[in-house]
């Protein structure tokens, strides 16, 4: 590190805040230590307002601000007393002859373009939120950090004020660390508004991408216990795991988080107004997923599929939980429960379990919303469209001789939707609104179809049934049957009705097949590949 540190006893401090938490008790600490303040415009009246001294930028610079506001600290007064560099004979000659006073410390937030942009604002209004000045006088602060502390957060004042209290100064370890978050501020600031305009002009293969985040959460690990983790958020108004309020229980980990966010978005795509839907994961796939009258049946029906998979699950729901429900849900060792709401009663059920993590989002995720999905690979980015369209978008296709039934229909939507989210090659068999049969992550079709049955076998012997909880059901596949095989699969485990996107050059092959078989096929024309 070439840089060297000096002693910093601040002597003059710039603020300009638009988030004013804690600024008052902030500016009247370093006022009673003998610093100077300057301020711009609705900072400065709030301070003068409680009885703090302290000076408009307009007297240190000459100028006044102009053109609205846009135009009051882009001036050599000011950036000059930032950047210069104490101990450069240079430096401190061009500070006298032209008379610019040293700033010692700049605290500055941003104007709110993400919160304005999160509340729909429309495009004019957007970009006068997008500040220039406060991005300015940040990055000079924190590049001249050897000689000036910047300060982006409220969250960091407690911490200056005691330093400058037990030694005087900001020491520069400090000084480094809140330099290091400045810039995180300003990169996450400027990604925010490229984003934006991304989305807004439809400019999709924009040279350049940008993904920020603010911390949420310093995790104990990643995946496993040598990666380390953290969770960031990007403040949309999305309802999820990002947004919901935890009301009790151990810290989320990692894989907690993504489990969780696998488990909201699927129960999501079932409006609770149609029917009451639970859907239980485990490793980001659902290992049981129904609908039901209410969401004591859906959890039974949705526990009935893979019992033993659902040890140590996530399970969510898209609608509130009673106290009954707690009451049958606290029988099975669960990591998280998510839901929009939970009464009183349920809340007091579920304290009994006192690991047991439960987060309310108030909503349900809405699947409509465009937005985009990242991905890391070596040494780049993987940046795609949300897949947010399900089977209801589609114009479904009966190409075989016999249609499905009206049951079969329904069913056959159901296991579509839940497909959408199970890792590919993934087959889904639903009966009666229930999940009965779960192939997932398979590297053939046909192996995620023995999967699901071999397991249906299994839960129905853990029901006290005989034969497989497949009979009878419907299928789903993410994506087209490259063979015959994986269908007769099917067939074997009782399929009487099959939805898959179709495309495949032996459609012909397959759907005779299925026409042989006397069973129905739909083709809804959308894949739903899920890596």
Request: charged share 25%; glycine share 8%; hydrophobic share 45%.
């Amino acid at each position: 590190m070439n840089q060297t540190s000096s002693k910093v006893k601040p002597r003059r401090a710039l603020l300009s805040v638009s988030d004013k938490s804690g600024i008052e008790d902030f500016a009247r600490s370093l006022a009673d230590m003998g610093i100077e303040l300057v301020s711009t415009g609705g900072t400065k009246k709030q301070l003068e307002k409680k009885g703090i001294p302290v000076i408009e930028i307009c007297e240190l610079t000459g100028f006044p601000e102009m053109m609205d506001g846009r135009v009051k600290t882009l001036h050599p007064k000011v950036h000059g007393g930032i950047l210069a560099v104490r101990d450069n004979e240079g430096h401190k000659s061009a500070m006298r002859i032209h008379q610019i006073p040293v700033i010692d410390m700049v605290v500055v937030n941003l104007y709110p373009f993400e919160k304005t942009i999160a509340q729909g604002a429309e495009y004019d209004l957007a970009i006068e939120n997008i500040d220039i000045g406060g991005p300015a006088m940040i990055r000079s602060a924190a590049k001249n950090h050897r000689d000036v502390s910047v300060i982006v957060d409220p969250s960091d004042y407690d911490q200056v004020i005691d330093n400058l209290k037990s030694s005087g100064e900001v020491p520069f370890a400090l000084r480094q660390k809140l330099a290091a978050k400045a810039f995180a501020r300003t990169a996450a600031y400027d990604a925010a508004i490229s984003n934006w305009f991304a989305k807004t002009l439809d400019y999709k293969d924009m040279e350049w991408r940008s993904a920020s985040g603010r911390l949420a959460q310093a995790l104990r690990y990643g995946e496993n216990p040598h990666q380390w983790a953290a969770f960031y958020v990007d403040d949309s108004p999305a309802s999820g795991v990002a947004s919901a309020r935890q009301v009790q229980g151990k810290a989320l980990s990692y894989n907690n988080i993504n489990d969780t966010d696998a488990a909201f978005e699927l129960v999501s795509e079932f409006d609770p107004a149609e029917a009451a839907a639970v859907a239980i994961i485990k490793h980001a796939n659902p290992c049981g997923m129904a609908l039901g009258n209410n969401l004591s049946e859906a959890y039974a029906q949705a526990l009935r599929c893979d019992p033993v998979s659902a040890f140590g699950s996530i399970v969510a729901l898209n609608g509130e939980i009673n106290s009954a429900l707690a009451e049958q849900m606290i029988k099975v060792f669960t990591e998280v429960i998510i839901a929009p709401s939970a009464t009183p009663g349920a809340l007091a059920v579920f304290e009994t379990k006192k690991n047991l993590r439960i987060l309310l989002t108030g909503k349900l995720a809405d699947r409509s919303v465009a937005s985009i999905t990242t991905r890391s690979v070596t040494g780049g980015l993987l940046v795609q469209a949300k897949d947010n369209k399900n089977v209801d978008d589609c114009d479904l296709k009966i190409v075989t001789e016999r249609g499905p039934s009206e049951q079969e229909m329904a069913d056959l939507r159901v296991a579509a939707k839940i497909a959408k989210h199970v890792k590919s090659n993934a087959v889904v068999f639903v009966k009666d609104g229930a999940a009965v049969g779960i192939g997932a992550g398979q590297m053939s079709r046909i192996d995620s179809t023995l999967i699901a049955h071999r397991k249906s076998k299994d839960a129905a012997k853990a029901a006290g049934e005989k034969g497989a909880l497949t009979a009878g059901s419907v299928m789903a596949s993410d994506a087209f049957f490259p063979f015959a095989d994986g269908l007769l699969a099917a067939v074997k485990a009782g399929a009487t009705a099959i939805i898959q996107p179709g495309g495949s050059i032996r459609d012909d092959e397959v759907i005779a097949a299925a026409n042989k078989a006397g069973i129905a096929m739909v083709f809804s024309g959308m894949r739903h590949f899920r890596h």
